[in-house]
């Protein structure tokens, strides 16, 4: 059927223009493809516009095919998300092709973003730099964001902080939510700029203003540190809040942390065990030793061994220090479930103790000097009893001068040269 100019015109009318805003991560691309072109082009009402997907589809071609770029990168989104029609990367690609090739930025961003995945066409570090820098340069926040995000990883670009900082920043400018936290970042960590606290505390509140749980969060520590800010628990206590209430389990954790210890909420053991669930069953492993503490020593829920076991082990199997002393300690006295098995604790007092915990270098020294789990070594006790009492544990500090009473000065000699070797290789690193 054939339209006249008037008529054609009448028809892209109603042609859904794809909105332009988009906030993401490089490591949150399906979130960026969601939200590059986010409208619903398929469920217009008014102007006549049609609400059948296969209706809209027809039309948004019609348009495409005669040159119309709304019409093209709709249409491109209509294939990319798979609305009416079986998804297809191929043929998305082509659609944002053609309306990038017209100047469109929002198809230049979406285009750079295919590259950037490998999805429609191979994967392309230049070629994704080059439609972001098309898109970028027009204004686009996502493109800016995406292109600040490629120099401060040199992908597809030599690495370069400072451009990174300036794409960011023009991102930020216009609300970008992704770039106002990534900026809060650089200034925290004087990449690109000179290092700013009170810089980096406001560019993540305007991320957390907008409702970014990963801001808030860090918003929060900020203000428990007082980083830029006056040090405030109530305040850190209310951003954690809006971040745990989004689900997002390290503020989880910080918030059960805080009722835990009464910091800007009434303490409430109850409540910071709700909290710790919460994130402990996310996966987060500070979460799951904190609520192993809890089970142990039956704070906000009952004691029970077991439970404190199971969360213990959760937490040390993701690298936890403190979990895996605690699960040492439970090895060693043969508590929760498990049976009393000296090798396993030493195993994984071991384990936490070459992470630089100062708690179970001291128990794993005392392994050593009763020879439970290990063969006898005062040297090597002496050497773990040290370097924890350097990190301020007074029990290691009266058992090295015990131990030491039992030494010969051959035997204390080597003892130090070795306390000085772990010292440099399982305490500076972690320090």
């Not at 006056?230 to 206590?237: I, L, N, R, T």
Request: aromatic share 10%; with cysteine; charged share 25%.
């Amino acid at each position: 059927m054939k339209f006249n100019a008037f008529q054609t015109c009448l028809v892209i009318r109603w042609i859904a223009v794809v909105a332009t805003a988009i906030a993401v991560s490089g490591c949150q691309m399906a979130a960026i493809q969601q939200s590059a072109v986010k409208d619903d082009p398929t469920n217009r009402n008014g102007d006549g516009a049609p609400e059948d997907t296969a209706d809209a589809v027809r039309w948004y071609r019609y348009a495409a095919e005669q040159g119309d770029a709304h019409a093209q990168v709709a249409l491109g989104r209509i294939y990319d998300t798979g609305m009416g029609v079986p998804e297809d990367d191929t043929v998305a690609v082509q659609w944002y092709r053609r309306a990038a090739e017209q100047g469109d930025a929002r198809a230049q961003a979406a285009l750079g973003i295919k590259y950037y995945m490998g999805q429609g066409v191979p994967e392309d570090d230049v070629q994704a730099v080059r439609w972001f820098r098309l898109a970028a340069q027009q204004g686009q926040a996502i493109a800016q964001f995406m292109l600040g995000g490629m120099y401060d990883r040199g992908e597809g670009v030599p690495e370069d902080d400072t451009v990174a900082v300036q794409w960011y920043r023009r991102a930020a400018e216009q609300g970008n939510v992704r770039a106002q936290g990534t900026l809060g970042r650089m200034y925290a960590k004087g990449e690109g700029v000179p290092e700013d606290d009170v810089q980096s505390a406001r560019w993540f509140r305007l991320a957390a203003q907008q409702g970014d749980a990963s801001a808030q969060t860090v918003l929060g520590l900020i203000y428990a540190d007082g980083r830029g800010v006056p040090e405030d628990d109530v305040q850190a206590a209310r951003w954690f809040h809006l971040a745990a209430e989004q689900g997002n389990a390290s503020a989880q954790f910080m918030l059960g942390v805080m009722y835990a210890d009464g910091r800007g909420v009434l303490e409430d053991d109850v409540q910071a065990g709700r909290w710790y669930r919460l994130a402990a069953e996310q996966g987060n492993a500070r979460a799951q030793g904190a609520l192993g503490r809890m089970y142990a020593k039956g704070e906000g829920v009952p004691e029970d061994d077991v439970q404190a076991v199971r969360w213990f082990r959760l937490a040390a199997e993701q690298g936890d220090a403190h979990a895996q002393s605690n699960l040492g300690v439970m090895y060693a006295n043969g508590e929760g479930g498990v049976p009393e098995d000296d090798v396993q604790a030493v195993r994984w007092f071991r384990i936490a103790a070459e992470q630089g915990h100062a708690e179970a270098q001291f128990r794993l020294g005392g392994m050593y000097a009763i020879g439970e789990g290990v063969p006898e070594d005062t040297v090597n006790a002496y050497a773990w009893f040290s370097i924890a009492a350097a990190q301020g544990n007074t029990s290691a500090k009266e058992l090295k001068e015990l131990v030491a009473e039992h030494m010969s000065r051959a035997q204390i000699a080597a003892a130090q040269a070795r306390a000085r070797e772990y010292w440099t290789r399982y305490v500076v690193p972690f320090q």
